[in-house]
């Protein structure tokens, strides 16, 4: 694992009595994962075999789009970043380009969201790094690590508004539930995990507590560093889409396919596809498999390893099994408008108003960023090609409905990701701009 520590004033941390645990920790962690470990002030110290890395303030304080950020996370490519900053403007910059370059992120604040941190200067300073950035942080890191017992309620209920300014607002928190995680984590061991998850109106909160000072860092830093390291794969393996390379993506089309597919005879790779499978290493099938669970797949893509015979070393109790994160779940979809016409229409028979209804689902929910998966448009491949209905009467029904050209160009999606042949297909698939567009919307909601 690939690990990246950002730290923005190391020198105020190597000189803190509070926090000179995390000198310690980082140096620990370098045995077991490749850490790196970026500030702008290092002191010199020894850091034993990290990667330690200086970035310019005034070049990213001013830099339109912060290059040497951007580049730094380009070259390195982290599986995560863990930031040690709570009102600094540059944990906000760094946080925003690993959203672009697709990297998980944890917030460690230490205690600086306490009432007697938050308050002071609150008028003159705070508000108004609440307003611009801090907000943006806590709501967007993947996981916020609590250091102590007391900092969870401070974390979970943290605001950045006056109180006055909320109730107005209706801005609250919900303390939602509470999780207590005890698994293997592959040479780690056991690690348990207590983990925190509130609500503040759609956004949740995922907050792990990995209590700092109840451990003595000079006798039990090696345990410290192995529950982190624990952490932050269980953060990798809840945003498993993020980490996916375009060849994980290709391998689970490849095994999609061939599972959907029930001609076995017809199933052939082709040279590029035989190379892609074969170079998968544990980590790459992880991440396909979670995937594919997350999506509602995995029986699809096991079927599909199965008929080229693939090895690999998971089963789908194991993938079952690992504990992921909750994430912001958008609402399942309840009413569509133009439905209710299709549903009381007795022109259509049952399977081709079960198709209308799959192709407005899927257009409606990635246009408005409801919860589709593949299994949605899995659904939609099986009825399309095992099935006999009237192209003529679907084909008027979506030029009446005005979804026409959305749907030619979902069926240009599912040709190139499916392996939709166009026989199968009742109307031309399009590949223009609105196209590209429409891919970039299945993308951005971690679907494919």
């Known amino acids: 694992m690939k690990v990246l520590h950002f730290i923005p004033n190391f020198a105020d941390i190597n000189e803190s009595v509070g926090l000179q645990y995390k000198i310690a920790l980082i140096k620990a962690m370098a045995e077991s994962a490749e850490v790196h470990l970026l500030c702008a002030d290092y002191p010199g110290i020894d850091m034993g075999s990290v990667h330690v890395h200086k970035f310019s303030l005034l070049k990213n304080l001013f830099g339109r789009w912060h290059s040497s950020f951007k580049k730094f996370l380009a070259d390195i ?5 863990h ?24 917030i460690t604040f230490d205690r600086q969201l306490e ?40 974390i979970s209920d943290y605001v950045g508004y006056p109180t006055l300014l909320c109730k107005i607002l209706g801005i609250r928190s919900e303390h939602a539930n509470t999780l207590h995680i005890d698994e293997s984590n ?30 003595v860092y000079e006798k039990s830093i090696s345990p410290l560093s192995d529950r982190l390291i624990g952490m932050y794969q269980i953060v990798v393996d809840s945003n498993p889409f993020w980490l996916m390379s375009s060849e994980d993506c290709c391998a689970e089309d490849i095994l999609l396919y061939a599972g959907a597919t029930e001609n076995i005879a017809g199933l052939q790779l082709s040279d590029n596809q035989r190379r892609i499978l074969s170079t998968l290493d544990d980590n790459a099938w992880r991440r396909i498999l979670l995937h594919s669970y997350n999506q509602g797949i995995l029986e699809f893509v096991f079927s599909g390893i199965e008929k080229y015979n693939l ?35 007795s022109s259509l028979s049952d399977l081709e108003r079960d198709i209308m209804m ?40 979506v030029h009446e409905t005005g979804i026409l050209k959305d749907t030619a160009r979902l069926f240009q999606i599912m040709k190139e990701r499916y ?26 909601s971690n679907i494919q």
């Open 419 to 444: 392996g939709l042949s166009e026989g199968f297909m009742f109307i031309e698939p399009i590949n223009d701009s609105k196209t590209e567009k429409l891919r970039k919307m299945f993308f951005k």
């Open 311 to 345: 090895s690999q070393p998971f089963s789908q109790e194991q993938i079952g099994g690992i504990f992921c994160l909750l994430g912001n779940k958008s609402q399942r979809i309840t009413n569509i408008r133009n439905t209710s016409k299709i549903k009381t229409d």
């Open 77 to 81: 490519r982290p599986d995560v970043v």
């Open 186 to 215: 592959g040479d780690i061991g056991n690690v348990e995990y207590d983990v925190y998850v509130s609500k503040q109106n759609k956004n949740i909160r995922n907050i792990v507590l990995i209590d700092i000072f109840n451990e």
């Open 115 to 154: 009432a007697w941190h938050s308050s002071g200067h609150y008028c003159l300073c705070n508000f108004l790094k609440s307003v611009i950035y801090q907000r943006y942080i806590v709501s967007h890191a993947k996981v916020l690590h609590a250091v102590c017992d007391n900092e969870i309620c401070s």
């Open 83 to 106: 930031i040690h900053a709570c009102w600094n403007i540059y944990a906000y910059y760094l946080q925003r380009c690993c959203e672009k370059y697709r990297i998980p992120t944890i």
């Open 358 to 397: 799959k192709i407005m689902t899927i257009l409606y929910g990635i246009k408005h960023r409801i919860e589709i998966k593949r299994k949605d448009m899995l659904d939609l491949y099986l009825s399309l090609k095992y099935n006999n209905f009237d192209e003529i009467q679907l084909y008027n029904k």
